[in-house]
C-alpha cells in the first residue's frame, strides 16, 4: 500500500536515489471507523434518571399524622388493575360505608385526573413555581438560590398533604406515577402509606369484587 | 491538432481523514460507560424527574417483574470485601480464588448457600443459573439485608438505587421498602426512565 516512487535524478551515477514515501491510509481510515462504531454502540451516553424519596422514620411517623389540617389531607389510593382512587381529608367512623366519598380518578391529566384536583388546590405555589422557573431558565437566579428557594415555596401552609396508600394489587408503576404527579403539582408534602383497615374497607365498599376485603382479613 | 487527455491519478491522501477518525476514537474511548451487563431485563417506568445518578459509589438494586432482587455495587475492592464480610456472617470461608470471581462479577444475585457452587461454574453457565436464583428477601431469611448492611460497613458513601421493573406488583416493591427502613435508611432513588414534563 505504501506506495514509493522514484524520482529521476539527473543520472549521475553513484549519487543515492531520493524516494518520496507516500502511506495509503484508506485501511487505517476503515479500521479506526469500525472501531468508532463498535465504541459509539457500547457506550451508555445518558445516564439513567432518578427520583430521589425519603421515606418517614418509623417512630415519628405517629405523632405527626394527627397534626395534619383536615382540609389539607388529600388520601390517593391506589387499587387493582391500575385504577386510582382519591379522598379527601381523614375518615370518620361513618365514612367507612360510604363509597361515595372515594371518588375515582387516573394520571393522565384531564379533567377529572388526580393533577387537575391537585393543581386548583396547590394552585398558589404552583403559580410561584412557574415564576421561579421562568426565573431559572432566564438565567436570572443560581441553580443553588433556586432550590433554595423551591424549598421555601413548598413550605406553603395551604397546600394539600398527600398521603399515597397502595394496596396489595397495585404495582410499582402506578407507585412511581403517583410520585410523578407530586413532582408535577410542586406538593411539598406527601408520604408513601400503609393501607389502613378502613381505606380498605371503603374500597371493598366501592368494588366489592374486587377482593379488597379478603386480603385484610389474611392480614 | 489532438488534444491528448491527461491521465491523473485517483490517489486521494487519506492522512487528514486518518487524523479526524482518530481523534473520534479517542474521544468515543474516554467517554464510553459500557452498557453494564445486568442478569434480567428490566423496564423501569417513566417519570418527569430530571435528576442524573450519580457516578460512583452506587448500590443498586434490581427488581424483576416476579419479585426476584440482585445487587450489583460499582467498585471491585468494595464486592471483595462484601463477600468476605458476608461470608463471615454465615461461616462460609471464600478462597481468593472465589472472592476474585465474585469481585469481577458486575451483579450478584444467588443465595449465600449456593455461593460456592455457583462461582464455580463457567461464565456461560452463571448466566443461565442466575435467572432463576436471586436474593432471598422474605422475612424469615432476610439475606438482601445482610447485603445491603455489610455493603454500607464496606463502603459508607454507598448511595442505595432500586431499579425495578414497572409491572412489578407493589408489595414485593414494600418489601425492599420496608427492610430498608430496617437499616435506617430513608433516603433513596427509584431509577426511572425519561418522560416529557406536561404543560401545567
Redesign the interface.
Known amino acids: 500500500m505504501a ?1 514509493i516512487q522514484e524520482k529521476d535524478s539527473g543520472g549521475k551515477k553513484g549519487k543515492q536515489k531520493k524516494f518520496n514515501v ?1 502511506v ?3 485501511p ?2 476503515d479500521m ?2 469500525l ?2 462504531t463498535f ?2 454502540l ?4 445518558s ?12 417512630d415519628v411517623d405517629i405523632k405527626e399524622q394527627e397534626k395534619i389540617k383536615d382540609s389539607r389531607a388529600v388520601t390517593v389510593l ?1 387499587g387493582k388493575e391500575d385504577r386510582v382512587y382519591y379522598y379527601l381529608g381523614m375518615l370518620k367512623t361513618e365514612d367507612y360505608e360510604n363509597p361515595e366519598k372515594l371518588v375515582e380518578t387516573n394520571f393522565s ?1 384531564d379533567e377529572k385526573s388526580l ?1 387537575a384536583l391537585l ?1 386548583g388546590r396547590n394552585r398558589e405555589v ?1 403559580e410561584q413555581m ?1 415564576e421561579l422557573k421562568l426565573k431559572k431558565d432566564n438565567l436570572e437566579i443560581a441553580d443553588s438560590t433556586y432550590r433554595k428557594q423551591t424549598i421555601e415555596i413548598k413550605k406553603n401552609k395551604e397546600s394539600p398533604i398527600v398521603m399515597i396508600k ?12 403517583a ?2 404527579e407530586m ?3 410542586s406538593i411539598g408534602t406527601y408520604a ?1 402509606m400503609d393501607i389502613a383497615p378502613g381505606d380498605l374497607r371503603l374500597l371493598y365498599n366501592r368494588d366489592p369484587q374486587a377482593g379488597y376485603e379478603v386480603v385484610k382479613e389474611e392480614k | 491538432m489532438s488534444k491528448k487527455i491527461k491521465k491523473k491519478s485517483t ?1 486521494i ?3 487528514a ?2 487524523d479526524v ?2 481523534l ?2 479517542t474521544f ?2 474516554l ?5 453494564q451487563k445486568e442478569p434480567v431485563q428490566v423496564n ?10 450519580p ?1 460512583t459509589n452506587i448500590v443498586s438494586v434490581l ?1 424483576e417483574p416476579n419479585g426476584k432482587v440482585y445487587m450489583s455495587l460499582d467498585k471491585q475492592p468494595d464486592r471483595w470485601e462484601l463477600l468476605q464480610k458476608m461470608g463471615e456472617h454465615y461461616n462460609i470461608t471464600f478462597t481468593p480464588e472465589e472472592l476474585k470471581k465474585f469481585s469481577l462479577l458486575s451483579s450478584f444475585g444467588v443465595p449465600i448457600n449456593v455461593m460456592k457452587d455457583f462461582l464455580a461454574l463457567p461464565t456461560e453457565e452463571q448466566d443461565k443459573q442466575i435467572i432463576n436464583l436471586g436474593i432471598p428477601c422474605d422475612s424469615i431469611n432476610n439475606q438482601f439485608r445482610e447485603w445491603m448492611r455489610y455493603a454500607k460497613i464496606v463502603n459508607r458513601d454507598l448511595v442505595i ?1 432500586i ?12 418489601d425492599i ?1 420496608e427492610t ?2 430496617e437499616l435506617k435508611e ?10 416529557n ?2 404543560e ?1
Open positions: 506506495e507516500r495509503d491510509f484508506t487505517m481510515v479506526n471507523m472501531l468508532i465504541f459509539m457500547c457506550t451508555t451516553m445516564k439513567p434518571q432518578t427520583m430521589e424519596i425519603a421515606m418517614p422514620r418509623k391506589l391529566g393533577r393543581l404552583v412557574k397502595a394496596t396489595e394489587f397495585a404495582t410499582y408503576r402506578n407507585l412511581v406515577d410520585l410523578d413532582n408535577i403539582c408513601i | 490517489f491522501d487519506m492522512t481523514m486518518s477518525t482518530v473520534l476514537l468515543f474511548m467517554t464510553a460507560t459500557f452498557v423501569p417506568p417513566q417519570s418527569v424527574s430530571e435528576i442524573k445518578i457516578e427488581v438505587a431499579k425495578a421493573d414497572g409491572g412489578t406488583p407493589y408489595p414485593l416493591v414494600k421498602m430498608l427502613q430513608y433516603r433513596y432513588n427509584l431509577i426511572t426512565s425519561l418522560k414534563m406536561p401545567i
